[in-house]
């Protein structure tokens, strides 16, 4: 009985691990136009575009945490800019000469600022402090990510949940 009454007590916490923690973050403002009047930040030019070359967490006092969630960024970018979708990303990674050969860093690599910061899980905390760079993409509402392993010129893309904490490098074409 003590068994089954514990098996119980089990099954009906894992739930509750799961619960969206985007509730905490719904009363957010919207601080784009103080950004935008406020925020002095580098860009770099890429083919066509040009990128935010720093965190988008680093160029505004409005947050004390270096990385965001989904929502935070949507708040924060400034208007004309936006978080690059999987497409925009790949192109500057090529550019820069991500998955060519090896050994070779050309000078364009140099431009961005490479935080290596990790990310914030919901569930389990930080998460490759110093090991790993964790982007935003634009995925309208799938919460896609790109990791960039540090000192490696390779990527790969992934999904996590809105309320992850990440870094964001913003986009305007």
Do not use: C
């Not at 009363?27 to 040009?50: H, I, M, Q, R, Y």
């Not at 947050?63 to 935070?72: F, G, K, M, Q, R």
């Not at 924060?76 to 978080?83: A, H, I, M, T």
């Amino acid at each position: 009985m003590k068994t089954l009454k514990s098996l119980f007590a089990f099954i009906l916490s894992v739930p509750l691990l799961y619960m969206p923690i985007e509730l905490a973050l719904s009363n957010k403002s919207s601080n784009a136009d103080v950004l935008a009047e406020e925020a002095e930040f580098t860009t770099a030019t890429f083919g066509t575009a040009e990128w935010m070359t720093s965190n988008l967490a680093n160029v505004t006092e409005l947050t004390a945490d270096e990385l965001l969630t989904y929502e935070e960024v949507e708040s924060l970018k400034p208007e004309g800019w936006n978080l690059p979708t999987s497409s925009d990303l790949k192109a500057l990674l090529s550019n820069m000469g991500f998955e060519t050969a090896p050994g070779v860093i050309p000078s364009s690599y140099y431009d961005f600022n490479w935080e290596y910061d990790g990310y914030v899980d919901p569930i389990i905390g930080e998460s490759s402090m110093g090991e790993k760079m964790f982007l935003w993409l634009k995925d309208d509402g799938a919460h896609n990510y790109v990791v960039i392993d540090k000192d490696q010129l390779s990527y790969r893309m992934g999904k996590t949940l809105a309320s992850s904490q990440l870094s964001a490098r913003l986009i305007r074409k």
